[in-house]
């Protein structure tokens, strides 16, 4: 597998051995010479995974390196996010409650609400997501079914935490967290749940602030000889605490979180973060307070100014906007299958659907596979993706955000599923016309929640 070498923008080749315990890195910056690494956790290759978006993420776990994971909670930033070139995406819980319910994190978004959130910013990205899934949204039986949902639609990984319903966001005061046994039992609930799809499970504890640090580390231990692939003890509060965490938990992959103005110190380096030995660097609020303060800024000047031409050199132009939303594909894909003639159905459709019609009258098994899920549907019409977009990206610490955003291109911008039917259309344009058409599954329909009035029924 071919891996981005620490440290540089050089690209060499890693092995790994049979017993899946080192590496060996041939740097072709280094005149091929071998360099023999530790692999400080084998455990992320040694389980099986069928799951493509799931084996993304545990090449990117398991390869020399940090990885830099900001949170998004829309479509629109998740493709932002994978456009500058960013590996992994994190679904910010804090973040969807605000854009989604304009609420805060204190347990008020519902488990339909945040997956709806969580499968339309999976399909809009070709870049492994990892999904904030508060805590389990029940007990261990919530958590298996939770998990099946989240293999179904592609999501690459997720994290569960152990504080008590209704939760809060990990930096805020005056959390609780339920027993140790009961969330170890959560974790076997997703382990259990995961099968060979191979979907990453991240245990996080919340334990720092209500009990102490010893008696996080102690859960984040337990947490990872349950199953968990990585641990992630939240709101550590200085830098003795992280090198702590570090040295008491090398079992699994570790996460750290930052969030601006929260418990977590924020003057560390990446560099620094991998010298102390974490894994994954969250920046899960960064995005939605970036937002807001750009929000705040073009809205008072138009209430202050009546026009827009003071910001324009700090917004997305019109064209740029549209590239980043493909809107030159979905047009080419609507002349594309104006154009097509209308296919037949296919005869052998025909003959297994009356085949299944017979064998559900006698009670027999269908022979008719059950229909693929909408993310499995899309894949189907997608070219063989390899993860390019971050060899693109501008090395150069000066580059502006402007350049970033004139750099939007196919390259940058994974195809979506509309890009992959062209494709296939174009590509079939020679065939006969009695071919089937592609089908798209339609996207699956969660029933919205009941709008809640706060005032209603207070005394």
Known sequence: ????LPKTTTWGIVIFSSNMSDQIVSDPANGNEDVFLPMRHPRLLSIPCTMPQARQLRDLLAAPGIVQMPGVYDCLSAKVCAAVGHRVLYTSGLSIAGSVLGMPDIGLLSVEENLRQIVNIVNSVNVPVIADVDTGYGGSPNVFRLVKQLIQNGVAGFCLEDQQWPKKCGHFEDKAVIPM??????????????????IVICARTDARAPLGLDEAIRRAKAYAAAGADVVFVEAPQSEEELREIVTAIPEVPLLINFIEGGKT???YSVEALEQMGFKLAMYSTAGVLA???????VYSTIKNTGHTQLMRPRMTTFPEYRA???ENLWSDLDRALASEPAAPIHEERRRMSRRSSSSRMHGEESPIPPSPSPRTASAHLREPHTPTHHLHVSQSPSASPRAHAAS??????????????????RSDSDRTASAPAPVIAPAPVIAPAPTLDPAAGLA
């Open 1 to 4: 597998k071919c891996f981005p």
């Open 265 to 267: 110190p924020m003057k």
């Open 181 to 198: 046994e009961e969330h170890v039992a959560k974790v076997r609930a997703a382990v259990a749940a995961r099968g060979e799809s191979g």
């Open 324 to 326: 980043l939303v493909d």
């Open 291 to 297: 937002a807001t303060f750009a929000l705040q800024e």
């Open 408 to 425: 939007f291109s196919h390259a940058h911008n994974p195809p979506a599923p509309a890009t992959a039917l062209l494709q296939r259309l």
